[in-house]
């Protein structure tokens, strides 16, 4: 089955530092990656829509400057949290679409999730 | 625009006995539904699908679902619970003109007591 990748599975930085999650589509091609962000005992908040060439979509009230996603190829998708803030703090997760069949009633497959502390 | 409501934030069975776990949503074209089971710490698990065709759904780990629009339901069931169904359930839904932009519940908690 399709299996999705992402990278670091937990990470600590201190106020001020930027951290880069990434997300890889290990054996298929994801033309569209998704980020979340999931706070405890809640359900997951799409922060943006990644595809593969393009500029990333922002969900409003999320800040592109912020939270930088990368898509430059059809199995890696970044996302970049810059100068870190205590609030960042959260469960960040991506979720890709196989290029094979519709993307309209394609599942999501998911990446195990960034458990990201920020001190 | 698409909205989904998932009816107990938690739910707690005894191992053995039956699992239903609600879930409604609202669309404005005809949905394409979700179910997906989260563990601790992990991310998100397909368990079902209903897309076209058969309005009964069967998944993985033995949970079905019915989707009946005229409820706008598509409840989640398990005959028999095991310990290992502990875990958190999303039920999420997703428009043909919002491929992938899944809109998802807030979650319930299921528990599975000895």
């Keep these: ?93 991506c979720s890709a679409i196989s290029m094979t069949g519709s993307s309209y009633n394609s599942p999501l497959h998911f990446g195990n999730g960034t458990r990201l502390t920020v001190t | 625009a698409q909205s989904v409501t998932q009816l107990g934030s938690h739910v707690s069975v005894s191992e053995g006995a039956l699992v239903l776990l609600r ?14 089971v989260q563990y601790p710490n992990q991310g998100l698990q397909l368990l079902l699908k209903y897309t076209t065709g058969a309005t009964l759904v069967k998944g993985i780990n033995g949970f079905e679902a019915e989707f009946k629009k005229s409820e706008t339901s598509f409840h989640l069931t398990k005959p028999s619970a095991h310990m290992s169904d502990a875990a958190e359930y999303f039920c999420a839904v997703s428009v043909f003109t919002n491929a992938g932009k899944s809109t998802f519940g807030d979650g319930t908690t299921l528990t599975v007591k000895p």
């Excluded at chain 1, 298929?28 to 979340?36: D, K, L, R, V």
């Excluded at chain 1, 809640?42 to 829509?49: E, F, G, N």
């Excluded at chain 2, 949503?25 to 949905?31: D, L, T």
Aim: charged share 15%; aromatic share 14%.
């Design chain 2, 23 to 36: 879930c409604n949503y609202s669309s404005s074209v005809p949905p394409y539904l979700f179910w997906y």
């Design chain 1, 1 to 93: 089955g399709a299996v999705v990748s992402q990278h670091p599975s937990w990470v600590i930085c201190k106020s001020g530092t930027s951290v880069k999650i990434e997300c890889r589509s290990l054996d298929f091609q994801a033309t569209t990656m998704f980020w979340y962000r999931q706070f405890p005992k809640q359900s997951l908040m799409l922060m943006a829509t990644s595809n593969e060439g393009s500029k990333a979509t922002y969900e409003q009230g999320v800040e592109k400057d912020k939270f930088l996603i990368n898509h430059a190829s059809l199995t890696l998708s970044t996302l970049t949290v810059t100068s870190a803030h205590p609030e960042d703090s959260s469960f960040y997760i």
